[in-house]
């Protein structure tokens, strides 16, 4: 495989979730970092050579750009064990990763954003309205992971998959956006496994 090189910013869920496929399958990454909080993807640098679209991250395989952490996840783990060798369960995982950009990630991940990154006292009027349907969503996205992991060790298959990793990025850190891990002790077994596989690497 080509040179590798994360466009990041360590803060973000997204981009530690292509660190850590990397790290589970032993493939170096050279990191760059940017702050999104000071406009760093913004540039006409940044957007001209790195990411039309103004968004980190971007997996960069020697000359050529990869924007969207759940396809350069999919990029890394082509052919391993990461990635089910059946059709049906291929099609579960990308269901569940699916999930996780639809359901999960615009709440979970918005609120951590919002409240521990940003700060309430910085939020727009319209920001903060959106903070209790947005606690709701996270809630109910949370609640449909507790259910399934109360009978399944993984989300696919008796394995972790890169549905578990790209689940795992923002639910581990869901407490900072005021959701209460405590209440999903099916979800927090599973945080568990993940932490300990072979390879892990924490998030900055």
């Known amino acids: 495989m080509k040179t590798l090189t994360l466009h990041e910013d360590p803060c973000s869920g997204n981009c530690y979730k292509i660190r850590l496929t990397a790290a589970l399958l032993g493939k170096p990454l050279t990191r760059i970092a940017y702050d999104i909080l000071k406009g760093e993807t913004r540039t006409p640098a940044f957007l001209q050579n790195v990411n039309a679209n103004g968004r980190i991250p971007v997996l960069q395989a020697g000359d050529r750009f990869?924007?969207?952490?759940?396809?350069?996840?999919?990029?890394?783990?082509?052919?391993?064990?990461?990635?089910?060798?059946?059709?049906?369960?291929?099609?579960?995982?990308?269901?569940?990763?699916?999930?996780?950009?639809?359901?999960?990630?615009?709440?979970?991940?918005?609120?951590?954003?919002?409240?521990?990154?940003?700060?309430?006292?910085?939020?727009?009027?319209?920001?903060?309205?959106?903070?209790?349907?947005?606690?709701?969503?996270?809630?109910?996205?949370?609640?449909?992971?507790?259910?399934?992991?109360?009978?399944?060790?993984?989300?696919?298959?008796?394995?972790?998959?890169?549905?578990?990793?790209?689940?795992?990025?923002?639910?581990?850190?869901?407490?900072?956006?005021g959701f209460r891990l405590g209440d999903y002790p099916a979800v927090c077994r599973w945080l568990e496994r993940v932490s300990a596989l072979p390879g892990y690497v924490p998030m900055d």
């Open 66 to 177: 990869l924007p969207e952490s759940n396809a350069a996840c999919w990029y890394l783990a082509e052919g391993s064990a990461l990635i089910p060798g059946d059709a049906f369960g291929r099609a579960d995982m990308l269901r569940w990763m699916f999930f996780e950009q639809y359901n999960h990630e615009p709440n979970v991940a918005t609120l951590r954003f919002w409240l521990s990154i940003v700060g309430e006292a910085h939020l727009t009027a319209a920001q903060k309205e959106q903070i209790a349907g947005k606690r709701a969503g996270g809630e109910a996205a949370l609640a449909l992971m507790e259910e399934h992991l109360a009978g399944h060790g993984w989300f696919v298959g008796g394995s972790v998959t890169l549905a578990d990793i790209a689940l795992y990025a923002y639910t581990h850190v869901c407490e900072a956006g």
